[in-house]
């Protein structure tokens, strides 16, 4: 069974940049075909899919929010991480970290952490 813990600040300050890890554990994020996605949900809307990375170390970004992201991995500590730069209050959410399958569908998610974008 794939677990995962999301960690990291819950508060932000404008025009700064969001850090969150995800240590997965019962998988390797090095398994063939196991891609690791970000997710969040800011209050009162719905999902949105921020990105992922690949097995193979390979990522890629929500074209909304390419700009402003990077995800990369620790294989030593089996952790991935986001990065989200320059960030507003309207990147306050829940935000949480997920196993995405081949057909693009969150088998296995993390518990979620609040960040607030606030001065």
């Known amino acids: 069974q794939v677990q995962l813990q999301e960690s990291g600040p819950g508060l932000v300050k404008p025009s700064q940049t969001l850090s969150l890890t995800c240590t997965v554990s019962?998988?390797?994020?090095?398994?063939?075909?196991?891609?690791w996605s970000w997710v969040r949900q800011p209050p009162g809307k719905g999902l949105e899919w921020i990105g992922y990375?690949?097995?193979?170390?390979?990522?890629y970004a929500n074209p909304s929010l390419k700009s402003r992201t990077s995800i990369s991995r620790d294989t030593s500590n089996n952790q991935f991480s986001l990065q989200l730069s320059s960030v507003t209050p309207e990147d306050t959410a829940v935000y949480y970290c997920?196993?995405?399958?081949?057909?693009?569908?969150?088998?296995?998610w993390g518990q979620g952490t609040q960040v607030t974008v606030s001065s």
């Open positions: 019962g998988g390797s994020i090095t398994t063939n075909i196991y891609y």
């Open positions: 997920a196993k995405m399958t081949t057909d693009y569908a969150h088998d296995y």
């Open positions: 990375i690949a097995y193979s170390g390979s990522t």
